[in-house]
Structures are given as C-alpha cells and as structure tokens.
C-alpha cells in the first residue's frame, strides 16, 4: 500500500542522509541501523508483494552495506526483481552492469556477476528509457554514437540524447551530422515524447544513408 510506503520511505530518506558520507559496508551509528532495519520491516512485505519501488531501495540498502550488513544474495534478489517488475532506476543498474561486466578485482560491491554484454544492456536501458529515465537515454545516445550493442547511428543518438537533456552531448555529435539529419532526429524526439518515449526509433530516410528501417 502506498501510505506504507511512504512511511518507509520517508524514514529511508532520512536514514539515507544521515549515512550519506558513510563507506560502503560500514553500519553507521546505533540510532541509523534502527531507522534501516524498521525500514527493512516496513518494505520487506511490499517487496513481497510485487512493489518495484519498494524492491529496488531493498537492493540499494544490501548493496551499499549502511545499517545493515552487505549481502549480495539479497541485493541481487531485489534488484533482479524490480527490474522485471518495471522499475526504470533498476532497469538502468542492470544495464550498467552488463556494460561493466563483472570483475573479481573491482572493489565496489557488483551485487550482479554478470559478463560484459552490451547488447544486453541496450535492452535493459530501452525499457528504462521508455518510461523516461533520463540516464537510460542518455546511455543510449552514447551508445547508438559508438555502435556499442547496436549498429552506429547517428540520428538515433542525437534523439536519445536530446530526450535525455544531457545536451551537451548532442551539440558536439551536430558538428558531424547532416543539417537533413539533424531534422530527421529532431522530428523522431518530438514524435518520441508524443508517444510517450514508447516506440520511438522508428523508420526514417537520409540522404547520406538511405532509408532505415525499424519497428520501434
């Protein structure tokens, strides 16, 4: 229930804050592991239950290790839960980690052990970018820019990253762009937004490359 919910975040949020500056896998003070662990009581039954929100701050308390020890089987249950159940936040860790592949070497906590798979990381990112998350689209752009995962495309980057409002990237990529490409992506991010980010890399013809055909 979302009154529940609110409860427990509004006591995550200031537990959050209070351990802010604490290092990964260090509790915190008395008071901080109390206020996680009513936390845990509170959102534990939601998870349960299919809450996406409430399964992915699951995954980030056994993660991060503050006020309760680390614990990558439960932080790997979670964050693979919310991201099946929708959650953007998730689905854009997921697709991170398949970027970064799992390293026996790395000193930050991977909850997931996962090979490097870029592919598999665009997938995980188009579902968070279609419900808007901004850092999904921005991954996007760097990604359609790079051909990492996905076939080189200009147009599709320019878009994702003009969704994205990270628009730094987009006014360095125009320098090499087409002014008919441009168009092309500026008209594919206002139809995107009308569809409500679902959809949105649909068929279009260039010039330069021809006509690209995709079903979305």
Known sequence: DEETFAEGLAIYDDASSALRNTPY????????????KAV??????????????????????YKDGNGVPQDREASTKWLRLAAENGDAQAQYSVGMMYIRGFDDREELFNPLPVPKNNRTAVKWFIMSAEQGYDSSQFRLGEMFEEGEG????????????NLSGFTF?????????????????ERLAVECVAKEYKGCMTSYCSERYGCIKNNG
């Open 25 to 36: 896998g260090e509790l915190g003070s008395l008071k901080d592991q109390q206020d996680i």
């Open 40 to 61: 845990i009581d509170i959102f534990t039954p939601l998870a349960e239950d299919g809450h996406a929100e409430a399964q992915y701050l699951l995954y980030k308390i």
């Open 150 to 161: 996905v076939p080189r495309n200009k147009i599709y980057a320019h878009m994702w990253n």
């Open 169 to 185: 990237r987009r006014d360095d990529m125009e320098r090499v762009m087409t002014a008919e490409e441009i168009t092309i992506a």
